[in-house]
């Protein structure tokens, strides 16, 4: 069995509201039992995509677990590699694959920079059917990106979801490996299928957006912070508990 926890859209912008929360999240899974295999976080880290965000997120997610990240539409390519994976700060597509108990964990970016919505780059494609071609038979794989590729029936988020999404939906079909797309961009937890695999969205950190049906503003900065549980069995089936931190 492997349990993750899995967050998202930290926006860390350098003033109090967006640091304490992240900081909430992570004393909460810092302090659980060791049952948690790592941690995942899936884009938005900084808010501006400043060294200096990226500075305060190496401190807020500082972590006995194993952290990993990937970028969202407010990251900056240049400044997160550098930063975060101290690598050259190129603007190339930030595509990473880590690995933790016994699952590997593909990081796609699927940013387009100066736009809120998404694309996976060909490239990135090309890289994803890389890594799944030469992962090892019966190791587990999850595919994390920021934006969902699927319509989440927000009106406002469904206008900066991913597109052209069947190169990916045609990729995962072929490889049975895959458990379960993992996604942001939301700042709500949601739940759905893709290309025949569950797809999960990640509450957000920094605030929660509202459903076309509940009243008042876009988002809601005062709803607590959430977290996301994905436990995946020894049939390869994944079950997600959500809870708020207190």
Wanted: charged content about 20%; aromatic content about 6%; glycine content about 6%.
């Amino acid at each position: 069995m492997i349990v993750l926890a899995h967050t998202s859209d930290l926006h860390l912008d350098g003033g109090e509201h967006s640091t304490n929360r992240a900081a909430r999240v992570m004393s909460y899974l810092n302090g659980l039992p060791d049952a948690i295999d790592a941690v995942l976080v899936t884009g938005d880290i900084a808010d501006h995509g400043h060294a200096a965000e990226y500075e305060r997120a190496n401190e807020v997610l500082s972590s006995p677990l194993p952290v990993f990240t990937g970028p969202g539409n407010h990251d900056t390519r240049a400044a997160y590699r550098d930063v975060l994976l101290g690598q050259p700060p190129t603007d190339s597509p930030v595509n990473v694959v880590h690995r933790a108990a016994g699952a590997l964990f593909a990081f796609c970016d699927s940013t387009v920079p100066g736009r809120s919505d998404g694309y996976l780059a060909d490239e990135t494609i090309d890289w994803l059917d890389r890594v799944l071609a030469d992962n090892p038979e019966g190791v587990p794989v999850f595919v994390c990106l920021h934006h969902p590729p699927v319509t989440l029936h927000s009106p406002y988020l469904d206008a900066m979801r991913q597109h052209g999404e069947q190169r990916l939906a045609d990729l995962i079909e072929r490889n049975p490996q895959v458990a379960a797309v993992l996604c942001g961009h939301a700042h709500t937890a949601a739940a759905t299928t893709f290309a025949g695999r569950p797809l999960l969205v990640a509450p957000g950190v920094s605030s929660t957006l509202k459903l076309p049906w509940e009243p008042g503003e876009t988002f809601d900065y005062e709803h607590p912070p959430a977290v996301a549980f994905h436990v995946l069995d020894e049939q390869l089936r994944v079950t997600t508990h959500y809870r708020v931190v207190p």
